[in-house]
């Protein structure tokens, strides 16, 4: 079993910046790839970023690579996403995930969910 909670969400103006958190509990972080995925008010929830156990691959989705970086300290079993430059569409409630395969990263069908935390950008 793995929790995690996110933290770091907040109100920023376009163009800003905000690092997101992800810590999880147990001993076995580094056995699982992380991922970030939002979801913006009516719309379904959407693959973000991903990264690998190791950390040396990543993966991003279109709309945020250049802007976005994934990152991971397995030591203090946190997942991070550094998000630059941001616009209003990047606002949503950011959720981080966990699984073991690397295999469909940018599918919801992750093992584990944190509780969510929210990013608003303003115009």
């Known amino acids: 079993q793995v929790q995690l909670v996110e933290s770091g969400g907040g109100l920023v103006q376009a163009g800003g910046s905000l690092r997101l958190s992800c810590a999880a509990s147990?001993?076995?972080?580094?056995?699982?790839?992380m991922g970030w995925f939002r979801q913006a008010p009516g719309k379904e929830r959407e693959f973000v970023a991903a990264i690998s156990w190791s950390g040396e691959g990543t993966y991003y989705a279109d709309s945020v690579k250049g802007r976005f970086t994934i990152s991971r300290h397995n030591a203090k079993n946190t997942v991070y996403l550094q998000m630059n430059s941001l616009k209003p569409e990047d606002t949503a409630v950011y959720y981080c995930?966990?699984?073991?395969?690397?295999?469909?990263?940018?599918?919801?069908?992750?093992?584990?969910w944190g509780q969510g935390t929210q990013v608003t950008v303003s115009s």
């Open positions: 995930a966990a699984r073991r395969t690397i295999v469909a990263i940018t599918t919801t069908n992750y093992d584990y």
């Open positions: 147990g001993r076995t972080f580094s056995s699982y790839v």
